[in-house]
């Protein structure tokens, strides 16, 4: 899968959510460092934040980023009490090959981390 094919996903996923009744809010990032002829290219970074309101919508935005990983799609994860980010950044990788190397299981460590169950 292409780098900017697997962005059209992502925020296409962010859509979704939206579309699911979760705020969501995609802003310029300007974070981390310049990457290789493979990586995202900077004008397209961005921090797409989701502000929860249930453990339902953190849920579902983490399904709906461990589908994204099944796709072979990764990007680091945040959040707090409020908001939820995905950093679709220099961390952003489009590899097309399903992602098992853990990205999941740190998904659900930092919403446990966040909500107080960690």
């Given amino acids: 899968m292409e780098i900017l094919e697997a962005y059209e996903r992502t925020l296409d996923a962010a859509d979704d959510l939206r579309a699911e009744g979760i705020d969501v809010r995609i802003t310029p990032s300007e974070s981390g460092p310049a990457q ?4 995202l290219p900077r004008d397209k970074w961005v921090t797409i934040e989701f502000f929860i309101t249930t453990e339902e919508q953190a849920a579902t935005i983490n399904e709906r980023a461990d589908e994204l990983g099944w796709s ?23 590899t097309g090959v399903p992602n098992s190397d853990g990205w999941s299981e740190a998904r659900t460590w930092v919403e446990d981390a966040i909500t107080g169950k960690r």
Avoid: C, K, L
Avoid at 36 to 39: M, P, Q, Y
């Fill in 36 to 39: 290789g002829v493979d990586a």
């Fill in 72 to 94: 072979g799609i990764s990007f680091d994860v945040s959040g707090t009490e409020g908001p939820r980010e995905w950093e679709v950044d220099w961390s952003f990788r489009a």
